[in-house]
Every structure is written in C-alpha cells, then in structure tokens.
C-alpha cells in the first residue's frame, strides 16, 4: 500500500497545480467581470449554492461515514468490498438526482436566504445563474465518491488532478467572455449568459468524467444497482443524522458570512470569497493532501483498536502541517494588502475592493493555524466513527462563528464588516479545536501533548524570527504601486523564510528538519 507520505507528497504535487489554475482561474473571472462589480458578486454567490447544498446532502459524509465504511468492506466482504461500494454509489446518484431538482425550484428562496443585500437586478440574474449551476450538485457527489473509491483502492493522483481540468475550462470560459467583450453589468445578454453559466457547469461535468474513467480504468466495475440495499443503510442513517447537524451547522456559518459580507457593499462578497479562497490554499495543498492519505490508514488502526497509532498519525499530522502553515499565516497577517494589489489590482478591478481584500486576507492569517489543526484533530474522530461528538463540536464552532458574523454586522462600519468575518472564524476555530483535542484525549487516552505543546512553542519562536526580518523587509521597500507591491512581496518572502529557516534550525525544530530533508533529499539542509 502505498505510504502516507508517498501519497500526501503526489497529492501535494497534483494539489498545488489544481489550486495555481484555481488562482488563476479567479484572476481571471476577475478581470473578465469586474472584481468589485455587482455582477462578479452575483455570479460567485450563484456558483457557491451547489457546493452548499451538496455539502449539506452528501458532502459531509465522505470523510465522516463514506470513506472509513468503504475501508471496513474492504477489509472484510469476500469481493473487497465491490459490490458494497458500487450500491453506495447508485444511492448517491438517486439522492442527489432529486436533490438536483429541488434546488432549481427552490432557487429564489436561497438567493434571498445567502445575499439579503443584493438588488432586484442582481437577484433576478442569481436564480438564472444558479438554476444552470445547480446540475453540479450531481457532478460533485459522483466525482467526490469515484474519488473515494480510488482512495480506498490506493489511488490518490487522478482526484487531486480533477479539479485542474474544471478550472481549466472555466478559465477558458473567462477569457472568451473578456475577449468578446462582455458585459460588466448585471443585465445580460443571451449570449453571455449562456457562455458564463453553460461553461461554468461543463467545467464540473469534465472534473466528474475524469475520475469516473480513472475509477473504470483501475478495474472497478462501474454498475448502478437499481436497488441500492445491502449496505447497512440504516447504519449509515443513523451516522449521517449527526453528520447532518454537523454540515447543517456549518453551512449555517457560511450562509452567516455570506449573508454579512453582502450587507458590506458591492464587491463585499467577492472579497471575503476571493480572499478565502487564497486562505484555503495552503491548507488545501498540505493539510488535505496529509488528510486525505491518512483516514482510510487512521480508520484501519480504529477498526482493530489500535488507538497508540491513531494518536502517534494525529500527532504527526498535527506537527508537519504546522511548521509549514505557521509562516504562511504571517505571511498573510504582514503582507495580505500587498498579495491582494499583486493579483487584483489590473484589469477591470475597484482600487477600494482591492483594499478590502487585502485587510480581510490578512485578518484570514489569524484563522489559518486554528482551522488546520482542528480540521486535522476531527478525522480523529471521524476514524472512531463518533459522529455525535463531532457534530456537536462543529454546531459549538458554527455557534461562536455566528455569533460573531453577527456581531460584525452589528458594530462595524459596512466596509469593514467583511474584515470582522474571519476574525470571528478564528475564534471559532480555536475554540472547536481546543475542546476536540479534550475530547481525543478522553477517548485515546492521550494526544501526545507534551511533543505538541514543545512543537508549536518553537515553532511560534521561529516564526516570529521570520515575521520580524519579513517587517523589516517591508518597511525598508515600501509598497505604493503595483511593481512596488511585487517588490516587497520578493524581498519580504525571501527574508522572512530566511529567518524562518534559521530560527528553526537554532531551537531544533524536528519536523522543520524531516521536511526539509524529503524535498531536498541530496541537500544537507541541518
């Protein structure tokens, strides 16, 4: 089988290129339709429903219940689970099928529920938009289950590679809609429409195919059961009710968030989405390459109740993801104004949005260590199959998140409720984390603590060290002008790196050292 950090580093690689043409698929949609525009906020919030509503079906049992059920069939059907899988994924189908369809009727009611802010014109155009985007819900939950099967089957590399062919398309899609001319505004021609909505949706149909041929292609036999029974699904019943408070909490908070964002003006949707979406990247290459590699393995040692080993693949997961998001996040605190003029400030873009986008990316640097961590600590939980526990940790994280979504809304200027946002994620996350990690330890007996603890004490020391030459950097070039902005992006990255890498070395930071040595492995690096 192979290792997880043979199959984190492929993702990683197939990761990292998926995200580059995300960003750029952004940067492109951007210019195309105006960041700051009343039309790119319309279309991004249209785009956003079919995730929501699929991570609300379907989408938060892949991790919690899917993939730790398929492991256990795996292990213990006589055809290695087959057959199991083959009735999973026809359910799937048939749920998400009428999911599908109920989402195109219910379109008004969940544009008025996610963006309360948005104009009569902007509204009529956001159920148009997502009546067409809608379809994807079906193309995700096939795509996110072939792709589980393979995980299962000990192929990682095509589902992390997906993604690059949907933002590929949709790229494409961005700049034939710039090359053409397209409107700025939010009444639309037929023929823009059509190209916006039509292509944005066959993006996600080509992601669906690719892994469904690398699924025929590995040797599974692709067969819809028209009677999906004979997969306990019950059990799963019962497990998904929880996951079901879970995803339903969470979306809570994304709709909080987006609701408030809207309330922030034009452009205020797209900076909070934009600037998350940046956030997420790092944790999309490392953590979830790391994640992904190790459930079905933590699901193995849970089912045979080796709970030393789940703790010892927590802990280590915990620590590598750390020493690399650390820097990133003051990275994001000390230069976000700078990374946002670098890739927004051209094109079709308002200077204000830009602004804003930088201040939220740079609140965003608070929630990124949290976030990856407690993110990293529920598949703890997940490989336990103790649904509950998490479900009622991720309703106390959406809780507090909300809360303080609201309270942005309520006490901070318009232009600044979005900066409020993650901020509140922050908070929020710190907290889910800290009482997972009480949780775990209750359960596993303990969590490795005092390695953690020593851990992210020197790597806090070696990362102010890097923050410190980075601001020092920066005060040095300033930044007025976009090249200027470029300039101080190199020079305080390098810097700040450099510092990064020496502290490390001088407060003997482990982690930072078995890294260094996997990526330049004919390099002496300590």
Same mark, same amino acid.
């Given at each position: 089988? *192979?290792?997880?950090?043979?199959?984190?580093?492929?993702?990683?690689v197939a990761t990292l290129a998926s995200r580059v043409a995300g960003f750029l698929r952004i940067l492109v949609l951007a210019a195309a339709l105006g960041l700051g525009t009343r039309l790119l906020d319309t279309y991004n919030v249209a785009n956003t429903l079919p995730n929501a509503v699929y991570e609300l079906v379907v989408g938060g049992t892949m991790a919690s219940i899917v993939?730790?059920?398929?492991?256990?069939?795996? &292990?213990? +059907?006589?055809?290695?689970?087959?057959?199991?899988?083959?009735?999973?994924? %026809? &359910?799937?189908?048939?749920?998400?099928?009428?999911?599908?369809?109920?989402?195109?009727?219910?379109?008004?009611? &969940?544009?008025?529920?996610?963006?309360?802010?948005? *104009?009569?014109?902007?509204?009529?155009?956001?159920?148009?938009? @997502?009546?067409?985007?809608?379809?994807?819900?079906?193309?995700?939950?096939?795509?996110?289950?072939?792709?589980?099967?393979?995980?299962?089957?000990?192929?990682?590399?095509?589902?992390?590679?997906?993604?690059?062919?949907?933002?590929?398309?949709?790229?494409?899609?961005?700049?034939?809609?710039?090359?053409?001319?397209?409107?700025?505004?939010?009444?639309?021609?037929?023929?823009?429409?059509?190209?916006?909505?039509?292509?944005?949706?066959?993006?996600?149909?080509?992601?669906?195919?690719?892994?469904?041929?690398?699924?025929?292609?590995?040797?599974?036999?692709?067969?819809?059961?028209?009677?999906?029974?004979?997969?306990?699904?019950?059990?799963?019943?019962?497990?998904?009710?929880?996951?079901?408070?879970?995803?339903? /909490?969470?979306?809570?908070?994304?709709?909080?968030? /987006?609701?408030?964002?809207?309330?922030?003006?034009?452009?205020?949707?797209?900076?909070?989405?934009?600037?998350?979406?940046?956030?997420?990247?790092?944790?999309?290459?490392?953590?979830?390459?790391?994640?992904?590699?190790?459930?079905?393995?933590? %699901? $193995?040692?849970?089912?045979?109740? +080796?709970? $030393?080993?789940? *703790?010892?693949?927590?802990?280590?997961?915990?620590?590598?993801?750390?020493?690399?998001?650390?820097?990133?996040?003051?990275?994001?605190?000390?230069?976000?104004?700078?990374?946002?003029?670098?890739?927004?400030?051209?094109?079709? @873009?308002?200077a204000g949005t830009v602004r804003v986008l930088g201040r939220v990316l740079s609140a965003y640097g608070l929630a990124l260590v949290p976030f990856t961590s407690y993110m990293i600590m529920q598949r703890g939980l997940y490989a336990l199959q103790d649904t509950r526990t998490s479900a009622l940790i991720t309703a106390l994280v959406a809780a507090v998140g909300v809360a303080g979504?609201?309270?942005?809304?309520?006490?901070?200027?318009?232009?600044?409720?979005?900066?409020?946002?993650?901020?509140?994620?922050?908070?929020?996350?710190? *907290?889910?984390?800290?009482?997972?990690?009480?949780?775990?330890?209750?359960?596993?007996?303990?969590?490795?603590?005092?390695?953690?603890?020593?851990?992210?004490?020197?790597?806090?020391?070696?990362?102010?060290?890097?923050?410190? %030459?980075?601001?020092?950097?920066?005060?040095?070039?300033?930044?007025? @002008?976009?090249? +200027?902005?470029?300039?101080?992006?190199?020079?305080?990255?390098?810097?700040?790196?450099?510092?990064?890498?020496?502290?490390?070395?001088?407060?003997?930071?482990?982690?930072?050292?078995?890294?260094?040595?996997?990526?330049?492995?004919?390099?002496?690096?300590?």
């Amino acid at each position: 089988m *192979t290792s997880i950090r043979q199959a984190g580093q492929r993702m990683a690689v197939a990761t990292l290129a998926s995200r580059v043409a995300g960003f750029l698929r952004i940067l492109v949609l951007a210019a195309a339709l105006g960041l700051g525009t009343r039309l790119l906020d319309t279309y991004n919030v249209a785009n956003t429903l079919p995730n929501a509503v699929y991570e609300l079906v379907v989408g938060g049992t892949m991790a919690s219940i899917v993939v730790p059920l398929l492991t256990r069939a795996a &292990l213990s +059907e006589p055809d290695n689970g087959i057959v199991y899988a083959q009735r999973l994924l %026809s &359910l799937i189908v048939y749920i998400l099928g009428i999911v599908t369809v109920l989402a195109i009727v219910a379109a008004p009611l &969940l544009i008025d529920l996610y963006a309360p802010g948005f *104009t009569a014109g902007q509204r009529d155009l956001a159920i148009v938009f @997502s009546r067409y985007f809608f379809p994807q819900i079906l193309f995700y939950g096939i795509s996110a289950t072939a792709g589980a099967i393979l995980n299962i089957r000990g192929v990682f590399g095509t589902p992390a590679w997906a993604p690059l062919v949907n933002s590929v398309i949709v790229i494409a899609v961005g700049l034939t809609y710039l090359i053409v001319g397209g409107s700025t505004g939010t009444s639309l021609t037929t023929g823009d429409l059509l190209l916006l909505a039509v292509g944005t949706s066959a993006g996600v149909f080509a992601q669906m195919t690719l892994v469904v041929w690398a699924l025929r292609r590995s040797g599974f036999p692709i067969r819809l059961h028209l009677d999906p029974r004979g997969i306990a699904i019950r059990r799963i019943g019962r497990l998904g009710i929880w996951v079901l408070l879970s995803v339903i /909490t969470a979306q809570i908070l994304t709709a909080a968030a /987006t609701r408030a964002a809207s309330w922030g003006g034009p452009g205020g949707i797209t900076a909070y989405q934009n600037a998350s979406a940046i956030y997420l990247v790092p944790f999309a290459v490392i953590a979830v390459s790391v994640m992904t590699a190790m459930l079905p393995r933590l %699901s $193995q040692y849970a089912a045979r109740g +080796e709970h $030393q080993r789940v *703790t010892v693949g927590l802990s280590r997961a915990v620590r590598t993801a750390l020493v690399v998001m650390a820097p990133i996040a003051a990275a994001f605190i000390l230069l976000g104004p700078d990374i946002a003029i670098v890739l927004f400030d051209h094109g079709n @873009s308002d200077a204000g949005t830009v602004r804003v986008l930088g201040r939220v990316l740079s609140a965003y640097g608070l929630a990124l260590v949290p976030f990856t961590s407690y993110m990293i600590m529920q598949r703890g939980l997940y490989a336990l199959q103790d649904t509950r526990t998490s479900a009622l940790i991720t309703a106390l994280v959406a809780a507090v998140g909300v809360a303080g979504c609201a309270a942005a809304g309520w006490l901070l200027p318009a232009r600044d409720i979005v900066v409020g946002i993650p901020v509140a994620y922050a908070v929020a996350y710190f *907290t889910g984390l800290n009482v997972t990690a009480l949780v775990l330890r209750k359960r596993l007996g303990y969590i490795d603590g005092k390695r953690l603890v020593r851990t992210h004490a020197r790597v806090f020391v070696a990362t102010a060290t890097g923050a410190a %030459s980075a601001a020092v950097a920066v005060w040095v070039v300033g930044a007025s @002008s976009w090249t +200027e902005s470029l300039v101080t992006l190199v020079v305080a990255g390098l810097a700040g790196g450099l510092g990064y890498l020496v502290a490390g070395r001088l407060v003997r930071i482990i982690e930072l050292k078995h890294l260094l040595a996997t990526a330049l492995p004919r390099v002496r690096t300590w």
